[in-house]
T-cell receptor, first 116, second 113 residues
Framework: GAGVSQSPRYKVAKRGQDVALRCDPI?????LFWYQQALGQGPEFLTY????????KSGLPSDRFFAERPEGSVSTLKIQRTQQEDSAVYLC??????????????FGNGTRLTVT | AQSVTQPDIHITVSEGASLELRCNYS??????LFWYVQSPGQGLQLLLK??????LVQGIKGFEAEFKRSQSSFNLRKPSVHWSDAAEYFC???????????FGTGTRLKVLA
C-alpha cells in the first residue's frame, strides 16, 4: 500500500488479556517506530527498529510490552496481561532511512486500545 | 535533553482569520523541527519541516513556519484559516544524528464558521 497500515483500528480487551497490534510500514522503509498516545497528549516514544534490529526499547512502559519486526517489514506490538493504564492509541510510523533525526515520519492511523 | 513546549492547549479562530500556533524547543544544537497535523481518528500528517537554510519554511495546505534561533521557537502560521483546518497540531524536534523525535503535547484548533 501507499501508506502505513495498522490493524485493528479498534481493540477492546478485558483486563488481563493479551493483545497484538500490527503495523505494515511503507515498503522499503528502514526505520519503524511505535508510539503511545494517551488522550489529550502527544505521541510518546516506545521503541525503534532499524530493519529487523530493535535498537531502542527504552520507552516500553513495562516488561508486559514486547515488539518485534522479524523480517524487517511488518511489526507487531504485543501487550501481555493488559491493564487499564494501557488504554491509549498506539501509533506506528516509518521512515525511509535509518534514523538520523531529519527523516520525516509517516504515521499510520493508529490502533485505539481500550482496556475494560 | 530535548523538549518541546506548545503553550496553547486550545485555540479558537474564526474562518478566514489568521493563525499562529506557538512552539518552543530546548536542544543544545540546531534541531530538526517538524509540524504535524492530526485529524480525529487519524494518524499524524507532516505539514512542514526545517533542517537548515532559510528560516521561513513553506508547507502543505498553505501553512508556513519560522525558525527563530534566538527565541528557540518554531511557530506555525497560516494567513487565512479554513474550516477544514480544525484538527490537532503537534510540533516535534529531532536530534541530529539520532532517531529520537520528541513531540509536544499538541494544540487543538477549533474554527468558527
Amino acid at each position: 500500500g501507499a501508506g502505513v497500515s495498522q490493524s485493528p483500528r479498534y481493540k477492546v480487551a478485558k483486563r488481563g488479556q493479551d493483545v497484538a497490534l500490527r503495523c505494515d510500514p511503507i515498503s522499503g522503509h528502514v526505520s519503524l517506530f511505535w508510539y503511545q498516545q494517551a488522550l489529550g497528549q502527544g505521541p510518546e516514544f516506545l521503541t525503534y527498529f532499524q530493519n529487523e534490529a530493535q535498537l531502542d526499547k527504552s520507552g516500553l512502559p513495562s516488561d508486559r510490552f514486547f515488539a518485534e519486526r522479524p523480517e524487517g517489514s511488518v511489526s507487531t506490538l504485543k501487550i501481555q496481561r493488559t491493564q487499564q493504564e494501557d488504554s491509549a492509541v498506539y501509533l506506528c510510523a516509518s521512515s525511509l532511512v535509518a534514523g538520523t533525526g531529519d527523516s520525516p515520519l509517516h504515521f499510520g492511523n493508529g490502533t485505539r486500545l481500550t482496556v475494560t | 535533553a530535548q523538549s518541546v513546549t506548545q503553550p496553547d492547549i486550545h485555540i479558537t479562530v474564526s474562518e478566514g482569520a489568521s493563525l499562529e500556533l506557538r512552539c518552543n524547543y530546548s536542544y543544545g544544537a540546531t534541531p530538526y523541527l517538524f509540524w504535524y497535523v492530526q485529524s480525529p481518528g487519524q494518524g499524524l500528517q507532516l505539514l512542514l519541516k526545517y533542517f537548515s537554510g532559510d528560516t521561513l519554511v513553506q508547507g502543505i495546505k498553505g501553512f508556513e513556519a519560522e525558525f527563530k534561533r534566538s527565541q528557540s521557537s518554531f511557530n506555525l502560521r497560516k494567513p487565512s484559516v479554513h474550516w477544514s483546518d480544525a484538527a490537532e497540531y503537534f510540533c516535534a524536534v529531532g536530534a541530529g544524528g539520532t532517531y529520537k523525535y520528541i513531540f509536544g503535547t499538541g494544540t487543538r484548533l477549533k474554527v468558527l464558521a
